[in-house]
């Protein structure tokens, strides 16, 4: 007997349902129901989405088997207590941090509480981009988490099951992989305009480092893609780069310390750095904030 077909809506029209709304559309899942604070933001992503309308978000939870709650955090909680929620309907939140208490008042209701949450930086609200491959953290009694595995693997994504009160160090864990990482870049950005090195041409030099970095990564792992003067043992190099810190960009300096002395792991785990160096480097490194402290 064929599996009955999940009709899906969302609540919330912002960058997250743009992307995966789209996403489902083209997977030929049902996308029903689309609804938002302003009603011309559901409009536009309903007219994206064949066989979605755009509703106010009761609709949304009368009509869906599954709706999901692309909202900011700090509103999930607010946005599904206000609702009434059908027995045997899922209220899904899509925050990476939230757990499933957020939704208790569904769960009052009769509903089933989950989390689907793309670990995925999407772009602007109208571009849909593209989650293959992407992980998708999934929460939820086991019964609906195999529904939302269903629905992460139409993405071509790859569901993954967290632990019960793990979302929060999940989502901490993903910012060093993501957020951060441009605000590094925007950090290596800055020290090269004290060059005079205009933004785009900095960024045009720096992003095929950080893609051959990834690809490095992906290739070898961590430890085997690390390339650097701390894996290559080269304290001369590392005590430049503290004293033009410290002259030149004092902020920076802090953070290039506590980076250097994470790197020294990585570096001994490949095995291009000899332990006698790498505690000449960190006593290097431990100097420096001596010094700035004094």
């Given amino acids: 007997m064929p599996r009955k077909k999940i009709t899906l809506g969302f609540i919330g029209a912002g960058r997250v349902a743009t992307g995966l709304a789209s996403g489902f559309a083209r997977a030929g899942v049902n996308v029903v129901a689309i609804a938002s604070r302003r009603i011309a933001s559901a409009q536009r ?65 009769g509903a089933l509480a989950g989390g689907f949450h793309p670990l995925h930086m999407f772009g602007e609200a109208g571009d849909p981009g593209g989650l293959a491959g992407c992980a998708i953290a999934l929460a939820g009694p086991d019964a609906l988490v195999q529904r939302l595995a269903r629905l992460a693997r139409a993405l071509h994504a790859k569901p993954l099951r967290l632990p019960e009160g793990g979302r929060a160090l999940y989502h901490a864990a993903a910012n060093f992989s993501g957020a951060f990482v441009i605000a590094l870049i925007q950090e290596a950005v800055a020290l090269w305009g004290k060059l005079g090195i205009a933004e785009a041409d900095a960024l045009a030099a720096l992003l095929p480092l950080l893609r051959g970095t990834a690809d490095n990564v992906e290739k070898l792992g961590a430890a085997g893609g690390l390339g650097s003067a701390i894996a290559r043992g080269d304290a001369g190099t590392i005590r430049r780069h503290l004293d033009v810190l410290a002259r030149q960009a004092p902020d920076s300096l802090e953070l290039y310390r506590i980076l250097s002395l994470r790197t020294i792991p990585l570096a001994l785990a490949k095995g291009t750095l000899e332990p006698a160096a790498a505690k000449e480097i960190s006593a290097l490194l431990e100097k420096s904030i001596l010094k700035r402290v004094d």
Avoid: M, Y
């Fill in 45 to 109: 992503l309903a007219k994206r989405v064949r066989g979605a309308r755009a509703c106010a978000p009761q609709e949304v939870a009368d009509r869906t088997d599954i709706a999901l709650l692309t909202v900011p955090d700090d509103a999930i909680e607010a946005v599904a207590s206000s609702l009434r929620w059908r027995a045997g309907s899922a209220c899904v939140h899509c925050s990476g941090a939230a757990d499933l208490d957020v939704l208790r008042k569904a769960v009052a209701d």
